[in-house]
Structures are given as structure tokens and as C-alpha cells.
């Protein structure tokens, strides 16, 4: 089915920096200006002896910035009378420039990425000046972050990104950077049938990666259920972000490791669910050996995932089931990574360790579930050998809820420092950390299963048959459907797809002639809007000559017979339920009415198996 950042010591001083609107309109096309010291105000004093030559770097951007400078300190008294200072090599004052009736002095520099500033002091011993060095940049806020740590935040709450704040732990930079929140960018692709927020998140510089994972706060504005990912231009997809809902605080925390795009992306205007309810599917595909679970078979690893998967269709309930490679299409792939786990978005983790990560495609709109395979984990596809072995189940189930559109939780609270959700060691298996040495991360808990409920309702397309998946019934008979060609069938109680009856049909047929059962009732519908037609099988046995089949029937405002076209389907998996047919339908102009069935059809030439049995149930024709 397609839709489709630990606080360490802060430096003292901390950059809040105010974003100035430049010009009118909405808040999603107003362009920021943002005036960062880059340098100082710092102060210059001269000494005995030769003249002084002081030397410093700092950061910028490339472009202009402007140099200030204060001859004699706050009072005046201590003026320097000759002096020499150069930016980048270039001379920008002289001695000429130092007139004591001159304050304070000012230009226009060029600035590169990285600078340097020489100043020469040749004046009386202890007099001085004071040298500040600032720059304009479009920007929501920035600033200078150095090895000491720092924060960035957006104070102006005419922003779209009031509220977002940047902070940098000691030791996670080895030298001073110019830091910023744009808002302009080259906006990756989002596949169709998904969106993003209209205001995505631009940390420059780009591609700046930290030594130590840094965080990100980001207002919530109530929203619940939005997981947040960066850009990777290199693999030219969506990675998901360890993304924490503080629910006390109303805001989302994040973990990241280097600078580039931040956004959420989901599928629903309100819960941003991943997938469409009313697309009746997810389709996945298993992709593991054993190279990394010693002890097991390619065959255990994929029913351990399959678990995981397992465990979210039941808690979907007919929502939305999940289907193994279905018609090549794939909408979750599991699999292997040896890409370097050690430093990189970090979720489903141990302490110093990423188990899995889940990423999002944007290119072919897939959902990538990757596991530890760097070698560095002891995998287990058991349900009780765990410590120190990983339950791949409980990775899988953790990531997929990720995929469905889950963002980590913690009902009870939330302790930054070490990543640990205050009762969560038993609690959600979408806390953010995962306690391996509980079996019961394999199951879903119950906060996981209300959440994914109130993600994924019920599909809001009405459905216009009656008795779908003929759970009513008087007599052994369902309600409002009728047999064709005399079929014989059983209301089955054994097998089901949605509730807890199907019907079988299970006969000789004959070949060129259709059995099955249709609505009794005509269905109201209209040519001018749009249908989709959805049914689910499964067979046993081995099949003959038939096809599963849909018949659908139109009729005019006087019940009259206008159209009658099959819709033969080739043959799912033996047992598991299969969704044939997810269907666009359109009518003729004059059809006001339409009756559908369900059952087998014999290849004239062919012959049927009498062993073979039918299986339908969720008969779905939806308006939209």
C-alpha cells in the first residue's frame, strides 16, 4: 500500500538570539535577520616593552560583516594613539584612523567561513581598545558555539520556530562555530500521498557533525503524534529522529548527531499516521539471513520479525492488516545494516549501542527497518533466550510502531541525562529506551495499543454493503446476500479475516459457470463520485481451472440491467487471507444501482477441484 538529540556543562554565556522580521506578510514568508557577534567585545591592552601584535580567530559566513571598535575602553581615558588591525591580512585601520576625537570606528569587512584578526598596539602602556566583530545573516537565531557548549533558540514569537532550541554539551564541538536556524532550503522530495511541515527546520552549516550527540527541543502545539526525521543528502532519504514526546511540557525532544533538514513527515492531517486506514494494507518484505543470530535459521529470524508484525495487526484490528510481499510492492523492508551504528540517530538502544534504526525512503516512499549487523550484537530470534542476547522481535515491534507513525513516549516522565522514561522499564515497548531482559518487550503493552488505535480510527469511507463480512445471520444463512448458480457454501466459524465468520464455497463447479453469492439488496450509488472495491480471500487445497472472482452488476433508476463485468483473480497464498481485490471502480452514466458478488468461476476449457475451498470475507465497496 502506497500513501503515498544529553546537557553536559553549558558555557556561562548563552546565545538568545532575537529573529527580526524584514518586511510583511505571513509568518511563512517573512525572511529573518539575525546579528551574531562573532567576535568580543573583547578588550586590547597595551603593554611595555615593543608594540603589541595580539592575533585571533573566529567564524562566520561568506559575505560581509562589520567591525567595531572602542578607542580607551567605556571611559575614554586610556585611548590608543597608533594601532594597526588587519582582517584576513587586510589592513581595515591605520594609524591615521586612531583619533582620539573619533568614537566609536566602523566598517564594512569581507568574512570568510573561518577568519583571522591581527592587531598591532603602539601606544603608551595601558591604553587600549575594545573590538567587536558582528554579522548579519538570514536566520531565525544563531550564534557562536564553541567547545565549552552552548544554546541556540528562538525567542521572537512572531517565528514560525518560536520555541525551538539548540543545545550543544561541552566537548561536542572542538572549535567555535557560527550556528543558526534558517529557513530556506532546497526542499528534499516527499513522496505523493505524503506531507511535511510547512516550516522546515535548516540547522546550518550543513553537514556539520558533532562529537557528542547534541539536542533539540520543539514545541508540540498539542500535537501528539509527530515523529521527526533528518535529511540524509548522501543515501538521499529520511532518517527517523530518537524523537520524545514530554507530554508535562507540551514539546518533543530530539537527539542528533549532525546538521541538515529537520521535519515531520507523516500521512494524516490530524494524528500523522504513516498509512491510510482505508487502504486496507501494509505490504512488507523480510530480507535476513543468519549471519548475525547464530543458532538460528534464515526461517526463525523472519517468524521472529513476523512476530513484531504480528503483534501490530492484531492491535489494527481490521483497520489495516500487514501482507508479505504483496503484487511487488513493499511498503516496510527489514533488514541487516552494516552501516556504522556507533554514532548515529539513536533508537531502540542499549547504552552505547543502536539496535535498529527506521528511515523513510524519499525517493521510492518506503520504510527501511534496519538491525544491528556491524557484528557488535548477539542476536536472538527465541522468545525466552534473551540476555545478553537481543530479541530481534522486540527491536522489530519497537521500529514498526516508528513506521505506523509512533513517536516515543513516557507517560510517567522523563530523565534527559540518561535517556530513561521513569517507569518505562515496564512500561510502553515506544519508550525510548528498550530493557532487553524483559520478555515483555515482544508484547505490546497496553498504552502502545490505545495509542495505535487513536493514530489509525476506523476508515471515515462508508462502506455501502451490508453484512461485509457476514458476521449477521438467522438460520445459517448471512443476511442480505443470495446464492448464484444454486452454490454451495458454508457459513464458515472456523476462519476469519474480520470478525469471526466467512463464507466458503466449496463445490464441483462447472466450467464457464459462476457460483457464488450476491448482496440481495441493490446498492444506491453515484456515477459522478468515486468508488473502491475491495474484497479478501483465502483458499485451501489445491486449486483447478477456477479463479476467485468479483462480480459486479449496474443497474439503471428501474432496476433494469445495464452492465455486467467479472473480475477474475489469480490465486494468493494457500490459508493466509490475501486482499483481492483494492480496486478503483467508476459506472456508466446511467447506473443508479449495483449489486456485487463473490465466488468462482471455471475456466470453460477447465476443470474445478472439489477439494478446493473458497474462502471470502470484508466485502468492501467505499465512497469517496
Known amino acids: 500500500m502506497k500513501k503515498s538529540i544529553l546537557i553536559g556543562f553549558l558555557i556561562s554565556i548563552v546565545f538568545l538570539m532575537n529573529a527580526i522580521p524584514e518586511g510583511s506578510g505571513s509568518n511563512s514568508s517573512v525572511s529573518y535577520i539575525v546579528e551574531v557577534t562573532l567576535l568580543g567585545p573583547k578588550l586590547y591592552v597595551r603593554m611595555d ?53 573619533v568614537q566609536p570606528m ?81 526542499y528534499p522530495p516527499v513522496p505523493e500521498g505524503l506531507f511535511s511541515g510547512e516550516n522546515p527546520i535548516v540547522l546550518q552549516p550543513s553537514g556539520l557533525i558533532f562529537l557528542k550527540p547534541i539536542k533539540m527541543i520543539i514545541p508540540a502545539n498539542g500535537n501528539q503524534e509527530r515523529i521527526y526525521y533528518v535529511y540524509d ?44 486506514p482505508c487502504s486496507e494494507y501494509i505490504s512488507y518484505s523480510i530480507n535476513v539471513s543468519n549471519s548475525n543470530a547464530p543458532g538460528y535459521t534464515a526461517a526463525e529470524i523472519a517468524a521472529a520479525i513476523k512476530r513484531a508484525i504480528e503483534a501490530w495487526d492484531l492491535a489494527l484490528g481490521d483497520r489495516i492488516t500487514f501482507i508479505q510481499g504483496f503484487h511487488g510492492y513493499v511498503d516496510i523492508n527489514f533488514y541487516w545494516s552494516d552501516k556504522d551504528f556507533s554514532f548515529v540517530i539513536l ?30 550484537i548477539i542476536w536472538s530470534a527465541g522468545l525466552n533466550d534473551l540476555n545478553p542476547r537481543v530479541s530481534i522481535s522486540a527491536v522489530a515491534l519497537h521500529e514498526i510502531g516508528h513506521a505506523l507513525g509512533l513517536t516515543h513516549t513516557c507517560p510517567n516522565g522523563y530523565i534527559p541525562l540518561i535517556k530513561e522514561c521513569v517507569g518505562c522499564w515496564d512500561g510502553p515497548v515506544m519508550s525510548p529506551l528498550l530493557n532487553i531482559s524483559r520478555n515483555g518487550c515482544q508484547l505490546l503493552q497496553a498504552d502502545d495499543s490505545q495509542r495505535i488505535k487513536e493514530l489509525y480510527p476506523e476508515c471515515s469511507w462508508p462502506n455501502l454493503i451490508q453484512n461485509y463480512s457476514f458476521e449477521q445471520g438467522n438460520g445459517g444463512w448471512p443476511d442480505f446476500w443470495d446464492k448464484i448458480s444454486n452454490a454451495t457454501f458454508v457459513w464458515d466459524s472456523t476462519k476469519s479475516h474480520t470478525g469471526f465468520r466467512s463464507v466458503s464455497i466449496s463445490d464441483t463447479s462447472s466450467p464457464g459457470v459462476f457460483y457464488g453469492l450476491q448482496t440481495s439488496y441493490y446498492i444506491a450509488v453515484n456515477p459522478s463520485k468515486n468508488y473502491n472495491l475491495s474484497a479478501w480471500y483465502s483458499w485451501s487445497e489445491p486449486k483447478g481451472s477456477e479463479f476467485p472472482t468479483i462480480r459486479l452488476s449496474e443497474f439503471d433508476s428501474l432496476g433494469n440491467h445495464i452492465y455486467t463485468y467479472n473480475l477474475y483473480l489469480t490465486w494468493g497464498r494457500q490459508n493466509p487471507w490475501d486482499p483481492h481485490l483494492w480496486k478503483d471502480v467508476n459506472f456508466h452514466s446511467g447506473t443508479r444501482y449495483v449489486k456485487i458478488a463473490v465466488g468462482r468461476y471455471v475456466n470453460p476449457n477447465g476443470q474445478s477441484n472439489p477439494n478446493a475451498t473458497l474462502r471470502w470475507d470484508t466485502i468492501k465497496l467505499l465512497e469517496y
Open 49 to 101: 616593552g615593543e608594540p603589541n601584535i595580539f592575533t585571533n580567530s573566529f567564524p562566520g559566513r561568506v559575505g560581509q560583516g562589520r567591525i567595531i571598535v572602542t578607542n580607551g575602553g567605556v571611559d575614554g581615558t586610556l585611548t590608543i594613539s597608533s594601532a594597526i588591525i588587519k582582517i584576513n591580512g587586510n589592513q581595515i585601520f591605520g594609524t591615521s584612523d586612531f583619533n582620539q576625537n
Open 106 to 186: 566602523e566598517k564594512i569587512i569581507n568574512l570568510q567561513e573561518q577568519n583571522s584578526i591581527s592587531i598591532e598596539l603602539r601606544s603608551k602602556p595601558n591604553s587600549n581598545i575594545v573590538v567587536q566583530i558582528t554579522q548579519e545573516i538570514s536566520a531565525a537565531a544563531g550564534g557562536i558555539i564553541g567547545p565549552n557548549g552552548g544554546i541556540i533558540e528562538v525567542t521572537n514569537s512572531s517565528s514560525p520556530y518560536y520555541g525551538v532550541r539548540i543545545e550543544v554539551p561541552a566537548g561536542a564541538l572542538a572549535e567555535s562555530k557560527i550556528i543558526y536556524i534558517n529557513e530556506d532550503a532546497i
Open 347 to 376: 533508537d531502540a538502544i542499549l547504552p552505547g549501542e543502536t539496535l535498529g534504526l527506521c528511515s523513510y525512503n524519499a525517493i521510492t516512499g518506503d520504510f527501511n527497518i534496519k538491525f544491528n549487523g556491524t557484528g557488535n
Open 233 to 276: 543528502e548522501i543515501d538521499e532519504e529520511w532518517d527517523f529522529l530518537d524523537t520524545v514526546l514530554i507530554r508535562q511540557n507540551d514539546t518533543y525532544e530530539i537527539v542528533l548527531s549532525h546538521f541538515s533538514i529537520v521535519n515531520w513527515i507523516c500521512g494524516g492531517l490530524i494524528n500523522c499516521a504513516t498509512f491510510d
